[in-house]
């Protein structure tokens, strides 16, 4: 019979030991908020797929409407012939996407594509060169969102140089010692020693830290960033290729701060499983390239666009958004209920259900534990639960599970995590 043991070797013999790997286990099957591996045994999903199952493994209405579409057309490339669920796509996210002024969409395929195209768009329509990031933050794996990346290890080590006129201001994180006023001063910063604040097309931020360690940008700075773009007519990224498609409890996490974005990147969760990415933005400025200065060969794949539909619907069906934040509060109360039996939980942090603990020796937050964190991942993956870390010290544990899991799958789950805080305490 297959076990994970021999397919592993024979992955570790055919594919590049750069692709890492979390957990040695092979799905067989996914449902919903739970897996089967090669060799029949269950677990709970806590990770989602790094956020992109916010409807589950295999939704009912994603798996239908997918099969729908795929027996009519599958591909024509949408600049040769156009198909009507990439315009659907479009029109709902624009719908959904904050602030007054009409937007329009662009639909790609990674969120990396997404970014990139994003940061195209910005410089088009300023003319200017110039993109500052944060420290801490993620936004892909090519040449440019490496660039954009604040974050050495594991994403840019060895691969530089890295393109021009991108820099990196501070992300604001009281935990560790970086308030508003010192992040909101970093950018000053940068136009007094980098570059004059007249030559930068965009900021780029994540609402909340994702790869980085999910740190919750406070509504403050998100406002003063508003307001410091307009100052200098600069354009606001708002980077939700994590965040988005409701995981923090509003369809986009920036709503919650009151800031209207220029743009907006989402993918992940917005198609359920299937490859989809989107930059949402101002109709002005999303119409400033030149005909024929966007796109791509599977850009905005009609499968996608059927699954990305269907979740949508799902999220209105089901309620997902008010789940996003039960699931968050739910997490929240019993996270809490550890952190006292387990003083190593030294932060807990909620936006909706993007929830994460920190963890550190002692409870000091200078003194981070990502031995612990890794020791807990594999206890948890031995006892039937999936979970992922983050953090630029890899001693953050992140959940994202299915908003679709039923409340007897939450608690399991947590019962789980106990146990190996349990352990971890022997
Ligand atoms: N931006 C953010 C905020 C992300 O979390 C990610 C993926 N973790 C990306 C961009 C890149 O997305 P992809 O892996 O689909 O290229």
Known sequence: ATSNATLMSRRNQAIPRGVGNIHEVFIARGENAEIWDVE??????????????????????????VKDQLERYTHTCFQVLAY??????????????????????????????????????????????????????????????????????????????????????????????????DAIRSV????????????????????????????????????????????????????????????TGTWFAIEQAGVEPDLITVAKSLAGGFPLSAVVGRADIMDTPHVGG?????AGSPLACAAALAVMDAFEAQGLLKRS?????????????????????????????????????????????????????????????ILISCGTHGNVMRFLVPLTASDALLDEGLDILSQCFGALAK
Not at 148 to 176: D, E, R, S, W
Not at 228 to 245: K, R, W, Y
Not at 342 to 359: K, N, Q, T, W, Y
């Open 40 to 65: 029949g045994r269950r677990y709970i999903d806590f990770a989602g797929g790094i956020a992109v199952l916010n409807t589950g493994h295999r939704h009912a209405r994603v798996v239908e409407a």
């Open 84 to 181: 009507e669920p990439y315009v659907e796509v479009a029109e709902r996210l624009n719908a959904l996407a904050p602030g007054k002024s009409p937007k329009k969409t662009l639909l790609l395929t990674t969120g990396a594509e997404a970014v990139e195209n994003a940061v195209k768009i910005a410089r088009s329509h300023t003319g200017r060169p110039g993109v500052i990031a944060f420290g801490g933050g993620y936004h892909g794996r090519t040449l440019l969102t490496m660039g954009l990346t604040g974050k050495v290890m594991p994403y840019k080590k060895g691969f530089g140089p890295f393109p021009a006129n991108i820099f990196h201001a501070q992300f604001p994180n009281l935990l560790h010692g970086v308030t508003v006023d």
């Open 188 to 247: 000053e910063t940068l136009f007094k020693n980098d570059i004059e604040a007249t030559q930068v097309a965009a900021i780029i931020v994540e609402p909340v830290q994702g790869e980085g360690g999910f740190y919750i940008a406070p509504p403050e700075f998100l406002q003063r960033l508003r307001a410091l773009c307009d100052t200098h007519g600069i354009l606001l990224i708002a980077d939700e290729v994590q965040t988005g498609a409701g995981r």
């Open 294 to 298: 966007l796109g791509g060969t599977y």
């Open 325 to 385: 934040q039960e699931i968050g509060e739910r997490f929240t109360k019993r996270l809490k209920a550890m952190a006292v039996e387990h003083p190593i939980i030294g932060d807990i942090r909620s936006l909706g259900a993007m929830v994460a603990i920190e963890l550190f020796e002692g409870g000091d937050p200078s003194r981070p534990a990502p031995k612990a964190t890794s020791f807990l991942l594999a206890e948890a993956c031995r006892r039937g639960l």
